[in-house]
């Protein structure tokens, strides 16, 4: 606590944000009617056009007739709107450190601070990940309070509240939950505050990444997303006003959406940009395309290894294996590696050279592979389905769960055969159905537990009559 000595106070804020050790933290001393006080604040969050006219203001006033304490002086000598008192000595510099200034006059006990943070972002653009045909192309940025605003444009509801938290020792990581508070499920907001209110870390490095392993900390084995990322802030108000919590953690351009099943997932924003007889076809093609993405070389390699098994009208999919010196197993195994190879390599080349690494991965799976013996024209085939499939649904988690299931099957399938495919089966829809969500909802409804209605909105564009939602 800050007593009524201007010295002792300045001192005590001088050596906790040690402005001495830092030249971007900013100690400017100014005289107001005849008295003593300082500002504390960081070089580059600070709008200088308003800090001018505060400062202007502070000069040109000569009434000799001060406040007596900082709540007063707050509310009659300060010409701005976001202004706040502060006793607590810890506040003060953690709400410095966040941007906000600060002004201790002598013989206050208090601290006023004024909001006047900006902070470097970015244009509102069309996000990289959720492009639409239709609909907005704005997106989210690093800066959380232009997100929330992003939202709030949506949303003119006096129900739609934001709730701020923070998170992290060090980093002290800010962290906002969306929700109307007419619909969302008390019982998950009140366990998602508490979770992130006694998080014991250091900090978020990774933003919300970090978080999301905070609140999940078991089941690591799981690859299914526990939770489901958007760039859209139409995605994101859409979610609220179903009854969902939105996550904004600051410094993030995109938002985690709770809870979360596997066909929120899959779901994405064309599927409601567009008629509800083409936003079927779309979404029915997509969940077709990508349950064809885990099971087409699994089924081939178990056709491959039992050709007698195979009908005589699908006899064309064995492939001729002379010319080819390695199994069909390490080839498809081979492959899937190679493409995420290319995949990493693309997002750490220049944009000046991708055309030259589109080049090389041309040749790398193109017929000098096959005239050399590593693979077969089918693997190239099937594996070039494989991978476009991948990029129908959104989700970059979902895309590498998928893939994981789709090497464990081929592994199990390669070593027992049918036994193998079919345990592979079961431990797919075992993990699906034992990854729970943050409320404790299943991963798979309206599916299981079953509920036909909701069902047949997640799988159609057809809305249950009790759904009034759009």
């Known amino acids: 606590m800050f007593s009524e000595n201007y010295e002792e106070n300045r001192r005590l804020l001088k050596e906790a944000l040690r402005s001495d050790q830092c030249f971007d933290i900013i100690e400017r001393k100014i005289t107001l009617q005849q008295k003593q006080a300082v500002m504390f604040y960081i070089d580059g969050f600070v709008k200088d056009d308003t800090m001018e006219h505060i400062m202007e203001y502070f000069y040109q006033n000569t009434s000799d007739d001060i406040a007596k ?4 002086f707050a509310s009659y000598c300060v010409p701005y709107v976001e202004v706040d008192v502060m006793g607590d000595i810890n506040m003060v510099v953690k709400n410095v450190l966040s941007g906000v200034s600060c002004i201790m006059v002598d013989g206050f006990r208090e ?36 997100n929330c605003a992003l939202i709030r444009r949506r949303i003119r509801d006096p129900k739609f509240t934001t709730t701020v938290l923070s998170a992290g020792k060090s980093s002290q990581t800010d962290i906002v939950l969306c929700y109307m508070d007419d619909k969302v499920d008390k019982t998950l907001l009140n366990t998602l505050k508490k979770k992130i209110e006694n998080l014991d870390i250091e900090s978020l490095s990774m933003n919300q990444q970090s978080l999301i392993e905070a609140l999940y900390p078991k089941k690591w084995y799981n690859p299914f997303p526990k939770v489901k990322y958007t760039e859209r802030p139409d995605v994101a108000a859409a979610v609220c006003l179903k009854g969902s919590i939105v996550i904004l953690v600051d410094n993030s351009p995109s938002a985690l959406l709770l809870p979360t099943s596997i ?10 940009y567009f008629p509800p007889i083409t936003g079927t076809y779309i979404r029915i093609a997509r969940y077709l395309i990508t349950f064809v993405s885990v099971l087409l070389t699994p089924l081939w390699l178990l056709a491959v290894q039992n050709p007698d098994a195979v009908p005589e009208v699908f006899q064309f999919v064995i492939p001729d294996m002379q010319n080819v010196n390695i199994s069909i197993f390490w080839q498809l195994i081979l492959i899937e590696i190679g493409i995420d190879g290319l995949r990493l390599a ?33 693997v190239i085939l099937y594996m070039a389905f494989v991978t476009i499939a991948n990029y129908s649904q959104p989700s970059y988690e979902l895309g590498y769960s998928l893939k994981f299931m789709r090497v464990i099957l081929l592994i199990l399938t390669r070593i027992f055969n049918f036994w193998g495919f079919a345990g592979g089966i079961l431990l797919n829809i075992v993990l699906l159905f034992t990854n729970k969500t943050l409320s404790g909802k299943s991963y798979m409804y309206p599916l299981f537990p079953l509920h036909p209605k909701e069902l047949l909105y997640k799988l159609t564009r057809i809305r249950p009559s009790s759904n009034k939602t759009t």
């Open 263 to 272: 066909f929120e997932v899959l779901e994405e924003a064309d599927d409601y």
């Open 346 to 378: 693309a997002l750490n080349t220049p944009d000046s050279l991708s055309a030259s690494l589109s080049i090389i991965g041309a040749l790398a799976f193109s017929e000098f592979a096959i005239d050399s013996g590593w693979f077969s024209m089918e």
């Open 69 to 72: 304490d900082a709540r007063t």
């Open 111 to 146: 601290c006023v601070m004024l909001d006047m943070r900006t902070y470097p972002q970015r244009s509102t653009s069309e996000p990289q990940d959720d492009k639409v045909l239709r609909g907005s192309k704005d997106g989210f940025v690093e800066t959380l309070i232009f």
